[in-house]
Structure formats: structure tokens, C-alpha cells
């Protein structure tokens, strides 16, 4: 057993105030005392002036774009024109996920994110990187429009979910992932809240992104009708008119964790509705995606007021220029005044950890939680989190105890 502690001018744990001169006492890999100089154990490095704060968590990501240069389309193009360009990328003879799956896993390491929830459309094998990688929980992808096809796709889902590893260490959690109202039968998306609930997965689903995923809810036209058209994809029966994104978070209570991924055109109605099943429901908001694709403020200040559960992601190198988390702090802050320092932190570390279900596990500097740390510059005599958030990334990173960066 290796145990040591490490001493900084500050420690957040985010869940308690930020501690001046702080401890974080390390054994076997997991945190066993945080608090002042008598919470060290074992030999102690002080690190001077920096503060130290859990392993990032991003809470949405598409690992498998991660071998992309620069996002898909053009800013501003409507959703469905992007998921064309979104269908013949994955058609690219070249496409190699493993060596995507490498890529974005080592990128989100660079940035100090520890834990990704990753939209898994890759084999479990394409995830066994050599070397350090961030923890994963991964939500695996169903794509099943038609009553015929759901069978399958839901077959399919449950089949990689329970042969991916959740050893409670390299991988926290297996779960699915409806991909969206466009793409998957209502029906599915029951059926995988059902199974969600008897294995005590989590699931991800795409919901109220754009107008023209509204429109084919509302009167079964549009854009996104046009698409699926063309693939000999659509199936009028399975969305009725008047279909509304409350429809799906009724079914997605279901399931003990479910991630609402953006929700950029979720009415009060169904703001509420998030608010009031905040145990199970959680909203997660991409910054610079959302930018993107020129969508609407989301007024998150006032939604985390009404008591939503907010956590960030970075999306996929499909819809952004990069994986880091930091920026996407950034963004939050430059664009909704309201939102402090801390709450941005909180958006990405412990938030993003009780929406993905494993915040007993990672998200937070606390006894009993893998010793993900983050070292951030920081001579700040009074509140760290100012620095915290404008730093450009972490000086230094440990995961499970072990240092992997310097």
C-alpha cells in the first residue's frame, strides 16, 4: 500500500469550501483524508502555489470523432444538413475508431479530464488504450427508427453494455444510449429504459436539440421527416402529431440516471419537469457547440435556480475544435454573467458526476473517491476558483494516485 499527501497553498474539494494550505492525503490509489496540515498521511510534497481540485469529468462526448481537424459542415447550418456530413463521415474508408477512441482519450487527459461519458458507438475492445486514459462511462449508441429495426438495435445495445468491463476502475459504468427522437422508436427507448432499470445503467439520449427536431415531434414534417425519408428510414406510426420532448422525459424517469443532452428548446413545462426529477434527470449543455450552431441562450442560471441539475460536456471534434473542458468553463461564464466561478467547477467535476452516477467515485476531492487530481497554478490570497477557472489547464494530473503529467 502506498499512501502520501499532497500540500498546496489551496484545496477545492467542491463539495466543501476551498481550504487554505491544504491536504490531500492518498492511499492505494484512492483519497483518505482531505482538510488541513493534520489530515496528512504518510510522506508529504508541497507543491507550493497551486490548487488542487478533482479530475475534470465531461459529462458528453463523441470519442469517435476525436481524429477530426476541425468540425464537420459550416457554424450555423441546421442540424439535419450536419448529420449528412455527420452520416458520410462514419462511411470514410479511412475512419479508424480505435485510433480515434486513442486520440480523443489522450487529448481529454491533456486537459485534465479524468472521466468521460462517451456516446459508445465503438467496439468495448476499441477503448483498451495502452498507457494512462481517463475513467469512462459509456453509454452505447441505439439507432432504430422502424418497428422492425428496434429489435435488433436494442439487442445489439444490451449485447455490448454487458460485455464492456465495468470494473469500477478504468470503466465506472456500461450503459445506452437512445441516440434521438429522429433516429430511435419510441418503443426502444422504453425498452431501454426497462433494461436501464433492472441493470442499473445509465442512459444518454439527445432531446429537444433543434427547431427541426421540435417540428417532427409536433406535426410529423420537416427537415428531419425529408432525411429519414430518403434512407427509407421513417415510420409515420411511431411519432404521433403533437408528439412533445415531455413525452420522452416521462419515459427516460424511468431509468435510475438518465442525461438529457442539450435541451436547447425544452419549453417552462418541461423545465419543470426536469427540476422536479432531478434525481434520475440531469441536463447536459455543450457551450461551444451550442455556439456552433447558433441555437438560443439557454438561460442556465436560472434553470440551476429552479433546481435542474446541469452538467457540462465538450461534444465531439464533429461540432467543436477541441475536447478541453476548461473552455468550455470559459464560454459559460463569458456568456451567462450569473453563473459563478464555482458553479462552473461544480458543472464539471461533482455535477457531472452524480449525472453520469458516479459520484461516489470520482468528482470530488472526498475520503473514499479515486485520487483523480488536478494541479492548477494559483497564488491567490482569497478565493482560488477565479484563477482556477481562467487557467489555460492543469500544470499537473494525477490519476489513481499515480502522476501522469508534469
Request: aromatic residues 6%; hydrophobic residues 45%; contains cysteine.
Amino acid at each position: 500500500m502506498t499512501t502520501f499527501t499532497l500540500r498546496a497553498r489551496w484545496v477545492v474539494p467542491v463539495v466543501a469550501p476551498p481550504i487554505e494550505g491544504g491536504c490531500v492525503a492518498v492511499s492505494d490509489g484512492r483519497i483518505v483524508a482531505v482538510g488541513g496540515p493534520d489530515a496528512a498521511r504518510g510522506p508529504v510534497e508541497d507543491l507550493g502555489d497551486v490548487a488542487l481540485l478533482p479530475g475534470l469529468v465531461n459529462a458528453h462526448c463523441h470519442l469517435e470523432f476525436s481524429s477530426l481537424s476541425q468540425p464537420l459542415g459550416e457554424a450555423g447550418w441546421p442540424l439535419p444538413a450536419w448529420i449528412e456530413r455527420v452520416i458520410a463521415d462514419r462511411k470514410r474508408a479511412d475512419r479508424n475508431a480505435t485510433t480515434a477512441v486513442a486520440a480523443g482519450l489522450a487529448e481529454s487527459l491533456r486537459a485534465g479530464v479524468t472521466t468521460v461519458g462517451d456516446i459508445a458507438t465503438a467496439q468495448p475492445a476499441a477503448y483498451a488504450t495502452a498507457g494512462p486514459r481517463p475513467r469512462l462511462v459509456l453509454l452505447h449508441e441505439a439507432i432504430g427508427f422502424s418497428d422492425a429495426r428496434r429489435h435488433s438495435a436494442f439487442a445489439d445495445v444490451v449485447r455490448r453494455a454487458e460485455s464492456a468491463p465495468s470494473d469500477g476502475c478504468a470503466t465506472l459504468a456500461s450503459g445506452a444510449s437512445p441516440h434521438a427522437p429522429y433516429t430511435v422508436h419510441p418503443e426502444l427507448v422504453s425498452q431501454l429504459t426497462d433494461w436501464a432499470a433492472q441493470a442499473s445503467a445509465p442512459l444518454a439520449m439527445h432531446l429537444a436539440e433543434s427547431p427541426e427536431e421540435i417540428e417532427l415531434l409536433a406535426a410529423g414534417s420537416g427537415a428531419f421527416r425529408e432525411l429519414l425519408e430518403a434512407r427509407s428510414m421513417f415510420d409515420p406510426a411511431a411519432i404521433p402529431a403533437g408528439t412533445r420532448p415531455l413525452d420522452y422525459l416521462r419515459r427516460l424517469t424511468a431509468a435510475p440516471r438518465a442525461l438529457v443532452i442539450h435541451g436547447n428548446y425544452l419549453d417552462a413545462t418541461e423545465r419543470n419537469y426536469l427540476a422536479e426529477h432531478a434525481d434520475r434527470l440531469s441536463l447536459v449543455h455543450c457551450p461551444r457547440t451550442h455556439a456552433y450552431f447558433d441555437h438560443p441562450p439557454l438561460p442556465l442560471a436560472e434553470w440551476r435556480a429552479s433546481g435542474v441539475r446541469i452538467a457540462l460536456g465538450t461534444d465531439s471534434r464533429a461540432s467543436n475544435p477541441d475536447l478541453d473542458l476548461w473552455r468550455e468553463m470559459q464560454t459559460v461564464l463569458a456568456k451567462h454573467p450569473a453563473v459563478r466561478p464555482a458553479d462552473a467547477v461544480a458543472m464539471v467535476t461533482a455535477t457531472a458526476a452524480e449525472a453520469l452516477g458516479v459520484s461516489d467515485q470520482t468528482g470530488s476531492l472526498a475520503p473514499g473517491r479515486w485520487a483523480d487530481i488536478l494541479a492548477v497554478p494559483c497564488a491567490s490570497p482569497s478565493d482560488p476558483l477565479d484563477a482556477v477557472v481562467a487557467a489555460r489547464g492543469p500544470s499537473e494530473v494525477w490519476l489513481g494516485g499515480r502522476r501522469v503529467s508534469r
